[in-house]
């Protein structure tokens, strides 16, 4: 069967060789087996169910929401040679109706058809009478309520395993931590399924992340020093900020084009088209740019606001170094970034406990910025993964940062969640520490706490800081509902014991916030 794989792969698609697990999920799929695929953005995933389709009799189905990329791959398989097709609803019923004919024909590999379509009763006859290789789950994750990207329709496909028992089923996704991955288990019927973890380490990129000081200049320093010459992404919050750093950078002298979504499709498709011909051009977009974008030789991607979550940045930072080779991933982060995310995540609509959750993860990106361990091992961490030393390749393990003993410190902090109980956010434990008389403090007796106003020696914000350090070090948990809780972990033990101590990073921000205080 490898071999047939690998034939396939190379006289189809053209490459010498597997990469990581695709062989093994290959296998797995293609004698029959059910697999749920956790790989990296870029770590190629689509082969995982492409190939297998066509080594099996029959139609692979391939589920995906991405409806705006469904044209681009089959094209691109159409051009291999593959017989491929869409259905949704770009397509007119002449189009969709040449579409179905040709799969109870038995003339297609592969199949790519939005969840809505589907479900319909009527798609799922006409699939009973096709000859079915096998059923691909694009973007799995899509059907975890707790995710940023759920689709209601993805509820429904549990419905493929109890109508086609016998069609094995493939689940992808580059979402990997360990809820989500429940949730896609059991909301898919995916009990049987081989787990194929990938590790999500990208060692090409060197991470580096700075307080903002004038974060165009910043940027425009790392751009002169490290990659004048190289195609990169300045990713910004907001399309005005796109806007006025896409100027910014082309007075500068950098060869910088804006992209988000109040551009018109033709402007977008332009800059699109020259970002992935050109080799030197620096693109300044929202993050509605790059989904989707195969150009191996990124070699920045720059964050000069705050991504929402370290899901975004990683995703975001991922489209930088496809290639292998070295390649960066920079950013910059202010206090005022704070305040606007919160700001957004407190305004917008969500359901409170999606809001929770928000708010959770962005105290997690928070950690990460301030944290003084290397980079990697925190983001990675934060997708469940190990990694035994420091890289040796991010800013802090590259330049050691301003760090402090920070044991009596998080001694302090450690008891005081203790002491209350294990029940309060950073809010609250704060305010403990600090020795506030609030009203929430009063009516709880927690002045009474043998804690209370032992933590006179750092600040509001530091505390802050202590407490995110802690959380995004392992000392201390956060509950999984999103309140912010905060609890002690196994971790927490020998530091509370005295037999560990702890380095922590000086707050970069409360240090500027007072020298910008104090420079008038
Ligand atoms: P994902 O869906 O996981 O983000 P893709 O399937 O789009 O990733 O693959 C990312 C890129 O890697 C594509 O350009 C793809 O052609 C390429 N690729 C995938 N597998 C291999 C391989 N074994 N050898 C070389 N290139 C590969
Ligand atoms: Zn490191």
């Given at each position: 069967m490898l071999e047939r794989a690998q034939h396939v792969l190379q006289?189809?698609?053209?490459?010498p060789a597997f990469r990581g697990l695709q062989a093994q999920v290959i296998e797995r799929v293609a004698r029959g087996g059910d697999a749920l695929v956790l790989m990296p953005?870029?770590?190629?995933?689509?082969l995982c169910y492409q190939i297998p389709a066509l080594l099996r009799p029959g139609v692979g189905v391939v589920v995906s929401p991405l409806i705006a990329l469904m044209k681009d791959q089959v094209d691109a398989l159409l051009q291999l040679g593959v017989r491929a097709a869409y259905l949704n609803s770009s397509l007119s019923s002449q189009e969709a109706a040449a579409v179905e004919r040709a799969l109870l024909a038995g003339e297609l590999k592969l199949l790519y058809v939005a969840p809505e379509r589907l479900l319909t009763p009527r798609f799922l006859s006409l699939l009973a009478r096709a000859q079915l290789a096998l059923f691909a789950v694009d973007e799995?994750?899509?059907?975890?309520?707790?995710?940023?990207?759920?689709?209601?329709?993805?509820?429904?496909?549990s419905v493929l395993a109890e109508r086609f028992p016998g069609v094995p089923r493939v689940a992808l996704t580059a979402t990997a931590d360990e809820a989500t991955r429940r949730e896609m288990v059991e909301r898919l019927s995916l009990q049987r399924a081989q787990p194929f973890v990938s590790s999500f380490?990208?060692?090409?990129l060197r991470y580096t992340v700075v307080p903002k000081a004038g974060a165009k200049g910043q940027f425009l320093s790392f751009y002169r020093a490290r990659h004048q010459g190289g195609a990169g992404i300045v990713y910004c919050l907001s399309r005005r900020s796109v806007e006025e750093t896409a100027a910014w950078l082309v007075k500068a002298g950098v060869e910088a084009l804006p992209y988000h979504a109040g551009l018109s499709a033709a402007v977008r498709q332009e800059h699109q088209e020259r970002f992935l011909r050109e080799d030197a051009l620096v693109m300044v977009a929202?993050?509605?740019?790059?989904?989707?974008?195969?150009?191996?030789?990124?070699?920045f991607v720059a964050h000069l606001e705050l991504p929402k979550s370290l899901e975004g940045y990683y995703q975001e930072t991922g489209r930088a170094g496809r290639d292998g080779d070295p390649a960066d991933a920079f950013m910059t982060y202010g206090l005022e970034d704070v305040v606007t995310l919160r700001r957004l995540l407190a305004q917008s609509n969500a359901p409170e406990a999606v809001k929770r959750l928000e708010a959770r993860k962005l105290e997690a990106l928070l950690g990460y910025c301030e944290t003084a361990r290397c980079r990697r091992q925190v983001l990675l961490a934060y997708f469940?993964?190990?990694?035994?030393?420091?890289?040796?390749?991010?800013d802090t393990c590259l330049a050691p940062v301003d760090t402090f003993d920070g044991t009596v410190a998080a001694q302090k902090a450690l008891s005081t969640v203790v002491r209350t109980g294990q029940r309060f956010g950073a809010g609250h434990v704060t305010d403990v520490l600090l020795g506030k008389l609030t009203p929430r403090v009063r009516s709880l007796g927690?002045?009474?706490?043998?804690?209370?106003?032992?933590?006179?020696?750092?600040?509001e914000r530091a505390w802050r800081s202590v407490l995110r350090q802690l959380v995004a070090a392992g000392y201390l948990a956060t509950d999984a509902e999103g309140y912010g809780t905060l609890k002690l972990t196994p971790r927490s033990t020998p530091l509370l014991k005295g037999q560990e101590t702890l380095r922590l990073r000086r707050d970069p921000t409360a240090a500027k916030a007072k020298a910008a205080v104090k420079g008038g």
């Open positions: 006289t189809v698609f053209g490459y953005t870029g770590g190629g995933k689509s799995a994750h899509c059907v975890s309520q707790w995710g940023h990207d759920f689709r209601p329709e993805y509820l429904g496909l380490d990208r060692p090409n929202t993050i509605a740019f790059g989904m989707g974008i195969d150009k191996p030789d990124v070699r469940g993964e190990t990694l035994a030393e420091p890289c040796g390749n991010c927690h002045h009474e706490l043998s804690t209370f106003g032992i933590g006179g020696e750092l600040s």
